[in-house]
């Protein structure tokens, strides 16, 4: 997530209920604009804001939604499903990439609406159940926390989720903050399926203060960063989905493919390994600032 300045009400600190108001946010507005939703592949749908991503993937038997973006962008959500021809009351699933408020700030509601599962690594279920914000999290202190859900599904690295002929894996992804996860699945039309994958934000952006070199708080997190990359490298991808989409150019892509580039710009095998050397390299020269500090 970027850093941003936040103007917002104690109340919101002090409150993890879904009343209380919306943060303000130098990048809100732009986050939030509309966008049309659209079909990536096969079962696999884009359902979010224009700035932040929220993927619907389909099945017979229920769907699963990753990731919920604002508050505020809930009602968006909602219609993007609804337009598409699918109910969110038939979401059985809701999963997280990482538990800030502009991807996991409209959890709460979406899963009011829908009376979804909703499940996360481990630290991301304490931050979602108890807390609203993570003291671990680098960016603690300058962010607001989501609102609070009763229930969460606590998850395993590599545990397999299915809804209907949906199988998704879960991959944690931590460093940007420690309960970060990615997700992996298969999605197809016809004969041929490809592989996606759901990466996490993998940024080392915190609040002023913290270290990523040597923090109390977060003492694991340049090793937390490394197996992150390591999973990127390594992963099948043939498409590559990002919680903030510009991090991975959709929309670009998606420009391409509208125009009709072939082959689909969308699929791009190196997408993930390419992911990988440039967070790697943010994380090199965040490294060489503290150092020099």
Same mark, same amino acid.
């Given at each position: 997530m970027?850093l941003?300045?936040?103007l917002? /009400? !104690?109340?919101? /600190? ?8 919306a ?6 507005a732009?986050?939030? %604009?509309?966008q ?5 592949y096969?079962?696999?749908?884009y359902?979010g $804001? ?12 229920g769907?699963?939604? +990753?990731?919920?973006?604002l508050?505020e962008?809930v009602?968006?959500?909602?219609a993007?499903?609804r337009?598409l021809?699918?109910?969110v009351?038939d ?5 997280n990439?990482h538990v ?10 979406l ?8 499940a996360a ?7 979602l159940?108890?807390?609203g914000?993570? %003291? ?5 202190g300058s962010i607001?926390p989501?609102a !609070? ?5 606590t998850l395993r690295d590599?545990?397999? !989720?299915?809804?209907g002929? +949906?199988?998704?894996t879960?991959?944690f992804t $931590? ?9 992996t699945?298969?999605?197809?039309e ?5 592989s ?5 934000s993998?940024?080392p ?7 990523f070199?040597?923090?109390r708080?977060y $003492?694991?997190?340049?090793?937390d960063?490394e197996k992150s990359?390591?999973?990127l490298?390594a992963?099948?991808?043939?498409i590559l989905l ?11 892509r998606l420009?391409g493919?509208e125009?009709?580039v072939?082959p689909? $710009? !969308?699929v ?6 390419e992911?990988?050397e440039?967070?790697s390299?943010?994380?090199?020269r ?6 020099s500090?």
């Amino acid at each position: 997530m970027v850093l941003v300045t936040f103007l917002f /009400l !104690l109340a919101a /600190l002090a409150s993890g209920q879904s009343g209380a108001p919306a943060p303000s946010c130098a990048n809100c507005a732009e986050w939030n %604009k509309r966008q049309e939703p659209f079909k990536i592949y096969g079962n696999t749908y884009y359902v979010g $804001p224009h700035g932040l991503s929220s993927i619907l993937i389909t099945s017979k038997a229920g769907h699963v939604l +990753i990731d919920g973006a604002l508050p505020e962008s809930v009602p968006q959500v909602v219609a993007n499903i609804r337009s598409l021809g699918f109910r969110v009351e038939d979401v059985k699933l809701v999963v997280n990439s990482h538990v800030h408020f502009d991807h996991g700030g409209g959890i709460a509601e979406l899963q009011r609406l829908s009376g979804a599962e909703v499940a996360a690594s481990p630290w991301s279920v304490e931050v979602l159940t108890k807390s609203g914000v993570g %003291k671990g999290d680098p960016q603690f202190g300058s962010i607001p926390p989501v609102a !609070l859900i009763p229930k969460a599904t606590t998850l395993r690295d590599g545990q397999t !989720l299915r809804v209907g002929n +949906i199988k998704l894996t879960t991959h944690f992804t $931590p460093g940007h903050t420690p309960g970060g996860t990615s997700w992996t699945w298969k999605s197809c039309e016809g004969k041929r399926c490809l592989s996606l994958v759901y990466a996490d934000s993998l940024t080392p952006v915190s609040a002023e203060g913290f270290r990523f070199s040597d923090s109390r708080e977060y $003492p694991n997190a340049v090793k937390d960063f490394e197996k992150s990359f390591a999973f990127l490298r390594a992963a099948r991808c043939d498409i590559l989905l990002t919680s903030h989409p510009d991090a991975s150019g959709l929309w670009q892509r998606l420009e391409g493919r509208e125009r009709g580039v072939r082959p689909d $710009p !969308l699929v791009s095998p190196q997408g993930c390994k390419e992911l990988s050397e440039r967070a790697s390299e943010q994380l090199r020269r965040r490294l060489a600032s503290e150092k020099s500090q």
